[in-house]
């Protein structure tokens, strides 16, 4: 009876464990995100080159190896929809070069009485930057212009936020900056490289 007792219990341990497991893992389904649906700017060039000198991280506070969409992937993505080699016989490239892409978590204070049972504090801050230069170049290598822009968004998470609910945070913090950030990019492409759009 005794032995019976115990396999139940260890039963009963490991589908606690396997439920807890099911728990710490996100199950959010998230679109990717892209820009497919807005018009490229049509460069008078005859190459698009990507060049990263940001290297992803999941050593803390940073998280991008963790995300589903780390901003990286979301700025190479932007490459591709938005910048177009219209002119192969002119020569000259545009390079997009990704200089930041990183999301870092930070634990917040959360008070620990016993009136904070009653509450859901913010516990969590998540804070996302991408930076990227355009820079052009004619068929001799000579700097022909640049176009740049920078954001930075940060969103915090109340304590009691399901790890799904933590992950649309996340998407929802990356698609508002990049969204920003396509404003700011268009901004500075048309103050400074206007003469290089078809």
């Known amino acids: 009876m005794n032995m019976k007792i115990a396999r139940n219990f260890a039963f009963f341990i490991l589908g606690v464990g396997m ?25 008078n060039i005859s190459q698009i080159a990507v060049e990263e000198r940001f290297t992803p991280s999941q050593s803390s506070p940073r ?40 999301v870092t978590e930070q634990a917040l204070d959360t008070d620990g009485n ?13 804070e996302a930057s991408v930076e990227a230069v355009i820079e052009l ?19 915090t998470v109340p304590e009691k936020a399901s790890v799904n609910e933590r992950e649309q945070a996340l998407f929802n913090l990356i698609e508002k900056l990049m969204k920003e950030f396509d404003a700011r990019m ?4 048309r103050a400074h490289l206007s003469t290089w759009l078809q």
């Not at 016993?114 to 998540?126: G, I, K, P, S, V």
């Not at 068929?139 to 822009?149: D, H």
Request: with cysteine; aromatic share 8%; glycine share 6%.
């Open 137 to 155: 170049q004619s068929a001799n290598g000579m700097s022909k212009g640049n176009a740049k822009a920078r954001v930075v968004r940060a969103v």
């Open 114 to 126: 016993f009136t904070a049972y009653f509450t859901n504090e913010q516990a969590l801050r998540y």
């Open 63 to 102: 998280i991008e190896l963790r995300m589903k969409q780390p901003p990286i992937q979301v700025l190479r993505r932007w490459a591709s929809d938005r910048l177009a080699a219209s002119n192969v016989s002119v020569g000259g490239t545009a390079r997009f070069i990704i200089i930041d892409a990183g």
């Open 186 to 189: 268009d901004e500075s492409i």
């Open 19 to 43: 439920l807890a497991g099911c728990a710490g893992r996100s199950s959010v389904i998230v679109p990717e995100i892209t820009f497919s649906h807005m018009q490229p700017y049509q460069l």
